[in-house]
Every structure is written in C-alpha cells, then in structure tokens.
Nanobody
Framework: LVQLVESGGGVVESGGSLRLSCAAN????????IYWLRQRPGLGIEWVAD????????DYRDSVKGRFTISRDNAKNTAYLQMADLRSDDSAVYYC????????RGPGTRVTVSS
C-alpha cells in the first residue's frame, strides 16, 4: 500500500514561488499516476495536475498552466509540484494522491498566498 506525505507548503506573497514535495513509501510508487489536488477554503477538492508513471506525460488544469510544473523522481519515490507566479486564489491545502477523488491521498500541506 503506497502511503504519501506532502511537504513544502507555507506563506508566500502574491507572485512568489513554492515547491511542494510528495514522498512515498517504497511500495510501487513508480507504477502509479500521481495527482496533485487542492482544496481551497469553502470549496471541494479539485484536480490540479497529474503525471504518468514514467513521467513522460503531464496535464494541468487551465488556471495553473504555464505557472505550475509537475515532476517526479521514481528513484527517490518523490513527486513535486513547482508553483510560480502564485495568486491569492491558489491558497489551498494541497494533496498528492493516487486518484482524482482524493480517496487515496496524503495529509496535505497548506499554501497561503498573501496579496
């Protein structure tokens, strides 16, 4: 059973950058698509980005395209979300997950973007 733990969140000014990490235990991480999800205040969980098991294919929600970059290092059992040009509406708890519903996700890391 793959277990995920996110880190790297914090408080950043509008226009700033953060890199989130998603560390997995060594139980088949390299075989899974990895999703980054987020939950903004008062809203449900939404898909942000995903990356194929081999890292060759990525996809992003429209509002983060050109600003966020998802990547992974299967040798380190870790996925990343590089976030740039952050906006106030990017403020959320960010999760990495094995599915888009978030049923199998980590505990999350909070990102707060101050304007």
């Amino acid at each position: 059973l793959v277990q995920l733990v996110e880190s790297g969140g914090g408080v950043v000014e509008s226009g700033g950058s953060l890199r989130l990490s998603c560390a997995a235990n060594d139980f088949g991480f390299q075989y899974y698509i990895i999703y980054w999800l987020r939950q903004r205040p008062g809203l449900g969980i939404e898909w942000v980005a995903d990356i194929a098991a081999d890292g060759d294919t990525t996809d992003y929600r429209d509002s983060v395209k050109g600003r966020f970059t998802i990547s992974r290092d299967n040798a380190k059992n870790t996925a990343y979300l590089q976030m740039a040009d952050l906006r106030s509406d990017d403020s959320a708890v960010y999760y990495c997950a094995l599915d888009t519903s978030g049923q199998r996700r980590g505990p999350g890391t909070r990102v707060t973007v101050s304007s």
